[in-house]
Structure formats: C-alpha cells, structure tokens
C-alpha cells in the first residue's frame, strides 16, 4: 500500500506561482511512475503531468505546458508540480497519483487533493 499526502495548495493571484508537494509512504515509491491530476468544480478530472521513476522522461497536458514542471525527489518520496504564471483556469483540486497500471493505464494510488485558486 502507498499512502499519499499532498501539499501547497492555496490562493494566488493570477500570474503567481505556486509549489505542490505530494509525499508518499513506502519503500517501493521509486519504483513508481507518478502524476498529477486536477479536478475543477463541475468537471472531470483531467491529467496534468506525470514522469517515470527516475524522472528523466515527463509529459503535460498541453493547458499546462511550458508553465508547469513535474519533477521527483525519490531520495525524499516525494513528487513536486511547480507551477508558474498561473491563471484563473488553473483553479482546482489537485491530485497526486502512483504505479502506473501498464495494462489499464490507470494509477493505482490517489492522495486527497488540495485546493488551488487562482484569483484575477
């Protein structure tokens, strides 16, 4: 089992820049892919960002490309999204994710979420 935790949502201004944090339990999370998800009020849940277990391979979502980074630190379980210039779009619950399903493509580990709004 992986237990998630995430961190550093708040409110911002729009063009402000805002660092979640996603701290994970067990001995296995750099085996992990991981990823961000997000959910606004009254719409699914859409994919954000995610990277292999190491890091050196990383894909976004294109509503968040060249303004976000995805990065990992497996020495201290935890997985980052930075997040510049942010806009009021950007407004959501977000979510950290582990273990990749390679045959559904599915995560398997979903944290709580924490709120980001972002003000205009």
């Known amino acids: 089992q992986v237990q998630l935790v995430e961190s550093g949502g708040g409110l911002v201004q729009a063009g402000g820049s805002l660092r979640l944090s996603c701290a994970a339990s067990g001995r296995t999370f750099s085996s992990y892919h991981m990823g961000w998800f997000r959910q606004a009020p009254g719409k699914e849940r859409e994919f954000v960002a995610a990277l292999n277990w190491s890091g050196s391979n990383t894909i976004y979502s294109d509503s968040v490309k060249g303004r976000f980074t995805i990065s990992r630190d497996n020495a201290k379980n935890t997985v980052y999204l930075q997040m510049n210039s942010l806009k009021p779009e950007d407004t959501a619950v977000y979510y950290c994710?582990?273990?990749?399903?390679?045959?559904?493509?599915?995560?398997?580990?979903w944290g709580q979420g924490t709120q980001v709004t972002v003000s205009s």
């Open positions: 994710a582990a273990d990749l399903d390679p045959h559904t493509n599915e995560f398997n580990y």
